[in-house]
Each structure stands twice: as structure tokens, then as C-alpha cells.
């Protein structure tokens, strides 16, 4: 919807997507509903970015959460929810989203119903408020940050370059 709207008023834009099967199904709609239908010209100036390939992740899947190390972000988790989750427990088949890690231990061994990541992310902004330069980040993160920002940075520089 935000990215119909982005288009429908020709502003100079992008959407940046998770890197997972509805990220990318996210991706194809935009395409097919709107970049498709635009001129050339006016389709360079909509730019959808998938998330983890923007941070230079191997990973198949990947959310923003992914941007941190898995150990942080578990940690988070533990936290919040008052649990004790290694990283030993967490499958390796399936999605490697560390997210939707975490939700099959929550369902599978306590019962719950998924992930509450409003409490995790409220457990993270309490961390993120005691940082006070790039230093502090969780290890990994400010690389995968910045890879993230130069890429989106880039395709914005690119289509002002060429105007």
C-alpha cells in the first residue's frame, strides 16, 4: 500500500523488503501492479531493496532483526521473556530468519503461540539507550549496517547522477 502510494505520487522512492517468501512475494506485487505499468523513466525513480542481499547477508532469509548477531538477538529474547534459549536450540532446517528460529523453540518446547517481538524489541531499545557510538553495537552489526545504507544510498545517488 505504501509503496502504491510512494508511486501514485511520483516522489523519488524505494521500499525495502525482508528477504523471505513474503518479502519477495511483497515484491512481485509492487512489481506487478505498479512498476510495470510505469514509463521507464518514472520506474527508475521507485527502487525496491531486498533487505538481506542490501546488508551483504549469505543468508537465504533475513529480517532486519538479522542485521544484529544471533547471539544479541537472542539475548534480547531471553530477556524479555524470561527464558533461557542457547543458540544450540535453535533449528538449523528451515527459514534462518533468527525470528522464525526463535518462534519454533517458543511453540515447540513452551507451548506458546509465536513470537511477541514488541517485547523483544522493548527489551532491545532499553540496550539501544545505553549505547552511545557505532563501538557499541553488537559485533557484525555496524559492517552489515553500513552495507545496508551504502546500497540504498547508492541507487539514490545513482538516479540523481543521471537527472
Not at 16 to 36: E, F, M, Q, R
Not at 119 to 140: C, H, I, Q, Y
Not at 141 to 148: I, M, N, Q, R, V
Request: aromatic share 10%; proline share 3%.
Amino acid at each position: 500500500m505504501y509503496a502504491g502510494f510512494a508511486i501514485g505520487q511520483g516522489w523519488d522512492a524505494g521500499v525495502l523488503l525482508d528477504s523471505d517468501a513474503a518479502g519477495h512475494a511483497a515484491k512481485v506485487k509492487i512489481d506487478d501492479l505498479y512498476v510495470s505499468k510505469l514509463a521507464a523513466e518514472k520506474a527508475k525513480r521507485f527502487r525496491t531493496f531486498m533487505l538481506g542481499k542490501a546488508a551483504g547477508s549469505k543468508k537465504t532469509d533475513f529480517a532486519i532483526e538479522d542485521l544484529f548477531p544471533d547471539k544479541f538477538y537472542l539475548d534480547c529474547v531471553n530477556t524479555a521473556l524470561g527464558l533461557a534459549i542457547k543458540l544450540d536450540d535453535l533449528p538449523v532446517d528451515g527459514s534462518d530468519m533468527i525470528t522464525k528460529r526463535v518462534e519454533h523453540v517458543l511453540k515447540a518446547r513452551y507451548g506458546m503461540s509465536g513470537l511477541d517481538k514488541r517485547r523483544v524489541l522493548s527489551e532491545m531499545w532499553n540496550r539501544f539507550d545505553k549505547w552511545n557510538t557505532a563501538s557499541d553495537l553488537p559485533p557484525g552489526t555496524p559492517a552489515s549496517a553500513e552495507k545496508l545504507f551504502k546500497a540504498i544510498n547508492s541507487a539514490f545517488a545513482d538516479e540523481a547522477q543521471s537527472e
